[in-house]
Structures are given as structure tokens and as C-alpha cells.
């Protein structure tokens, strides 16, 4: 069994409410739920933070590298285009990450094509919606069952 951790960053506190149309009509509380009983299901622990702080983000980075989690889903919100203090706690760390993105940042405004978070993250996932977040967690347990076999 693996520890995971699923870091949601500003307003992802909205979801549901926020731009339905772009970030679709569940919830972050569901969300989370949902991430939880997949974790389980695959045989990991998860534990779920959301902040609109950049300093929390960090710090519960920095605190997942003393906790023992081993792997990390991120979706830094805004936190995507502006934050090199928060990629340099992931590369402190070094706690494999996945990002994920809600929408497909690539098809909509051109300062959103640029993340701090793309090239250290082991893996990347845009535009599936509140699902990528499951598909994050499958593809992390892969990831952390592939690096225990070795």
C-alpha cells in the first residue's frame, strides 16, 4: 500500500459553480470522494488539500516529503503559469508527480499553454475532466507498482 497525495490549487474550491461550462458540474468535495474509493480500490492511501495559498501548497509539499507519500497528483489551478516557488518545492522534494488539468489549457488562451509544472512532472493529463483525476490515480499506481518491481 502507497501513500498519495492530491493537491488542488486557487479556486478549484469553486468547482461546480465556477465556469460549469469550462470546469464542468461536480464539486471538489465529490471529486475528492470519488478519488478516495479509487485510491482504495487500488490498493493506496490518499490524502486530498486544497488551498488558494500558495505558501500552504508548498508547505504541504514539503511536509508530504517527511510524511512518506510517494506519489503526488497535482492540479495547481492559476498556480500553473505564475508559481517557480511551488515547482521548486516539487523539486526539493522530488516526489513523483502527475499534473492534471481540467480543461484543455492548450485550446484556450495563449498564457495558458505555458506551465512551471510540465517538464518535472512524471506524466501529464489536460481536458478530461473531474475523470482525469481517476485516470491520474490509475496511471500512479501503475507508475508506483512498476518502480516496486524493479
Request: glycine share 8%; proline share 3%.
Amino acid at each position: 500500500m502507497s501513500s498519495f497525495l492530491l493537491i488542488n490549487g486557487p479556486n478549484l474550491n469553486l468547482l461546480g459553480s465556477r465556469q460549469p461550462d469550462v470546469y464542468g458540474a461536480t464539486g471538489l468535495a465529490d471529486i475528492e470522494a470519488r478519488c478516495i474509493t479509487v485510491a482504495k480500490e487500488l490498493g493506496h492511501d490518499l490524502d486530498c488539500f486544497q488551498s488558494n495559498a500558495e505558501h500552504e501548497l508548498i508547505d504541504r509539499v514539503h511536509q508530504a516529503g517527511t510524511d512518506g507519500v510517494e506519489f503526488i497528483i497535482l492540479n495547481p489551478g492559476g498556480f500553473t503559469h505564475t508559481s517557480v516557488a511551488l515547482r521548486d518545492a516539487f523539486l526539493a522534494v522530488q516526489i513523483p508527480f502527475i499534473e492534471i488539468h481540467l480543461s484543455n489549457t492548450f485550446a484556450r488562451e495563449e498564457f495558458r499553454h505555458n506551465s512551471y509544472f510540465s517538464d518535472i512532472a512524471n506524466s501529464c493529463l489536460f481536458g478530461f475532466g473531474a475523470h482525469g483525476y481517476e485516470l491520474a490515480l490509475q496511471a500512479a499506481s501503475q507508475q508506483v507498482g512498476n518502480a516496486e518491481d524493479k
